[in-house]
C-alpha cells in the first residue's frame, strides 16, 4: 500500500497568499515532523504535514517535497487497490500539461517495493504492473534511494520485472541501495541488480536467506569495482574471493567509513582485516559476525593493528 493521501486546497486560500516565513525557514520547521514512520499507516488526512500542505499555496509547495519524499510499495496491504489509483492518477496528470509538475511523483527521491506474501495467488506480473507504471514516470535522475525486498521463490517473476523496470535506466544517480534476497532469486532479480550497481552508489546492503546454508551464486565484479562506496553491509554471501575483496577494501580506502560482514564465511579472514588496517584509516565501524563452526582464523595482531590504525572505531 502506498501512504498518500492529500487533501485539496480550501478554496479560501488564493495564490496570492502570502506567508510572513521564507521557504527556507518554513523547510527547516516542515522537516522537524518527520521522518514517518513507515510501519504505521502514518499518510493519513491528520498528519502534521498533511495539514500544512492545506494552510496556503505557499506552504504546501513546501510540504510537497516532504511528504512525497519516499513511496513505499507494501503489497502486505495492498486490499484497496491504492497501488492501481495512485498509478492511474500520476499517468493522468502527466497528460495535462498544466498539471504536469505539480503531482506529488515528481518528488520522490526514494522508494521501498515489499512483495506479495507468499500465499498470494493470481498473476504476480500483473500485481507488479502498478509499480512499474509509476516508477516509469521518473526522471532518470530522480531516485537517489532504492529498497527491495525478495521474500519467497515464487515471486521471482515480480522481482525480475521491477528489476527490469528499474535498472539501469532509473538508477544512475542511486547512492543508497538495500537488497534483501532469498538464494534462489538471484539467478534473475538479483543478478540483474548487481550487474547494473551505479557508480554513484555510497551504501549498498545486501543480504540473502540461504535455508541450507549454502551461498547464493553470482558475480561480485561491479560492486568491488564501485569507486565511491563509504558503507558496505553484507549478510549469508559465501561466494565473494576474498584475495578480491582485500584488493576491493585497499582501492576504497580512505573512502569507507562503516563495514558490517556477517555470516559471510568466505571473507572471515585475516586478509580482510589486514587490509582494512592497511587501506581504510577513516573507517568508524567494523561489524564481523559468523557462526564459529564456520570461522576462518583472524590473527589477534591484525586486529590490533586495525585498532591501532582507526582511530575512529567506535567501542
Same mark, same amino acid.
Given at each position: ?206 543480504? *540473502? ?6 551461498? !547464493?551464486?553470482?558475480?561480485? +565484479?561491479?560492486?568491488? #569495482? %564501485?569507486?565511491? @562506496?563509504? =558503507? ?52 568508524? *565501524? ?6 564459529? !563452526?564456520?570461522?576462518?582464523? +583472524?590473527?589477534?595482531? #591484525? %586486529?590490533?593493528? @586495525?585498532? =591501532? ?7
Amino acid at each position: 500500500m502506498v501512504h498518500k493521501e492529500v487533501g485539496q486546497l480550501p478554496q479560501t486560500f488564493s495564490k496570492s497568499t502570502k506567508s510572513p516565513l521564507s521557504g527556507e525557514t518554513l523547510d527547516e520547521i516542515f522537516k522537524f515532523f518527520g521522518p514517518f514512520d513507515e510501519d504505521a499507516i502514518c499518510y493519513h488526512r491528520n498528519h502534521c504535514l498533511i495539514n500544512c500542505s492545506l494552510v496556503s499555496f505557499e506552504w504546501r509547495a513546501v510540504a510537497m517535497p516532504l511528504i512525497w519524499s519516499r513511496l513505499k510499495f507494501d503489497y502486505r496491504m495492498s486490499r484497496d487497490k491504492v497501488l492501481e489509483q495512485l498509478a492511474f492518477s500520476a499517468t493522468e496528470s502527466r497528460s495535462h500539461v498544466h498539471q504536469r509538475n505539480h503531482h506529488g511523483i515528481n518528488y520522490v527521491q526514494s522508494i521501498i517495493v515489499i512483495p506479495p506474501a507468499p500465499m498470494v495467488k493470481g498473476d504476480l506480473l500483473a500485481l507488479a504492473a502498478p509499480v512499474a507504471r509509476i516508477v516509469q514516470l521518473f526522471s532518470p535522475n530522480q531516485l537517489q534511494e532504492v529498497i527491495i525486498y525478495h521474500t519467497h521463490t515464487h515471486l521471482i517473476p515480480f522481482s525480475s520485472f521491477l528489476a527490469t523496470t528499474l535498472f539501469p535506466n532509473l538508477t544512475c544517480s542511486v547512492t543508497n541501495l538495500v537488497l534483501h534476497s532469498t538464494g534462489h532469486t538471484f539467478a534473475s532479480a538479483d543478478k540483474l541488480v548487481l550487474d547494473n550497481l551505479p557508480n554513484s552508489l555510497e551504501t549498498f546492503k545486501f543480504s *540473502t536467506i540461504n535455508i541450507y546454508g549454502i551461498g !547464493a551464486p553470482s558475480c561480485f +565484479v561491479r560492486l568491488l #569495482s %564501485l569507486p565511491n @562506496l563509504r =558503507d558496505l553491509e553484507l549478510d549469508s554471501i559465501d561466494t565473494i574471493d576474498p584475495a578480491a575483496f582485500a584488493q576491493a577494501l585497499r582501492n576504497w580506502g580512505s573512502w569507507l567509513r562503516r563495514l558490517s560482514i556477517t555470516s559471510c564465511h568466505n571473507l572471515t579472514r585475516d586478509a580482510v582485516v589486514s587490509a582494512l588496517a592497511d587501506a581504510c584509516p577513516n573507517l568508524t *565501524t567494523f561489524r564481523l559476525a559468523v557462526n564459529t !563452526a564456520f570461522y576462518q582464523y +583472524v590473527e589477534e595482531e #591484525s %586486529l590490533c593493528r @586495525l585498532v =591501532d590504525a582507526c582511530t575512529g572505531l567506535r567501542a
